[in-house]
């Protein structure tokens, strides 16, 4: 989706003259527009389930036969819960949906991680990077079963990061974005209280889609070579932050 931060990104390597493959799974490329950013991009298109093994395989396989060697850098900017969008509540979760949540947010991390290093598939000081966000640590009503997903994905980047970087000099860093006006984002029920209450609680305010692809191309360049396994936040201070002037204001109304 155009609004999405892996779209950003896609432009913003581009533009800094990066070469890459664009995935999605097969279902959501029937619906979306993934075409028209690789046609921009002059990037080829590879079909694949992230909790698929097999289709990962033939994601880097063909990744590396298109662009002529081994990968420099890999987002993973996967999310979504059956859950949250069927409206079920935290108390009444369905777990077989539950586990899906996990497999689909968190555990396809380690999957792309765990089929990199086993094809040899990226270089010396590659870096991988994962979205992430604050409800990993903190709860959030409505968020439900995502935030246990995110907090798995980014004990995934720790644990993987040590092994990729003792074995191959692999950076791993997840991102914890502010909430951002993308598909993913918005499909959580009470979004807009989410997004104005960050405004508000972060004195540079929300870090926007864009924002953030900038900071992902950073964390591919050699600029961020000694980074890993870390969660990074990109948030405008929302997570350093006990309250603000605006929030003072807004509340003494």
């Known amino acids: 989706m155009k609004n999405s931060i892996a779209w950003k990104t896609a432009l913003k390597i581009k533009e800094e003259g990066g070469q890459f ?53 890999v987002l ?17 979760m369905n ?3 539950y586990l899906k949540t996990l497999d689909i947010s968190a555990l396809s991390f380690h999957k792309v991680l765990q089929t990199s290093e086993k094809l040899d598939a ?8 994962a979205l992430s966000y604050i409800a990993a640590q903190r709860a959030y009503p409505d968020y439900t079963d995502m935030a246990q997903a995110k907090a798995m994905l ?4 720790r644990s993987y990061g040590q092994r990729y970087g003792s074995l191959k000099k692999v950076r791993v860093n997840t991102i914890s974005q502010s909430p951002t006006k993308t598909t993913a984002g ?19 305010g929300n870090a926007s889609a864009e924002d953030c692809a900038n900071y992902i191309a950073v964390m591919f360049s050699d600029y961020t070579r000694m980074v890993t396994m870390q969660n990074l936040m990109h948030d405008g201070g929302f997570s350093s932050s006990g309250i603000t002037y605006d929030l003072v204001e807004r509340l003494s109304k």
């Not at 093994?53 to 420099?72: I, R, Y």
């Not at 059956?82 to 108390?91: C, D, F, L, Q, V």
Request: proline content about 4%; charged content about 20%.
């Open 154 to 157: 980014e004990s995934i980047a």
């Open 21 to 73: 493959t664009l995935t999605n799974a097969p279902i959501a490329m029937r619906l979306g527009t993934i075409n028209q950013l690789a046609k921009a991009c002059n990037a080829e298109v590879i079909p694949a389930d992230a909790t698929s093994e097999a289709d990962l395989t033939n994601l880097f396989t063909k990744s590396m036969e298109v662009l002529g060697g081994k990968l420099d850098f």
């Open 95 to 97: 777990y077989e949906w």
């Open 186 to 204: 918005t499909g959580i029920a009470g979004f807009d209280v989410f997004f104005d209450f960050a405004q508000m609680m972060s004195p540079l």
């Open 122 to 129: 990226m270089n010396e000081w590659g870096s991988v990077v």
């Open 76 to 92: 993973h900017s996967i999310g979504m819960s059956p859950n949250i969008r069927k409206g079920k509540a935290y108390g009444d």
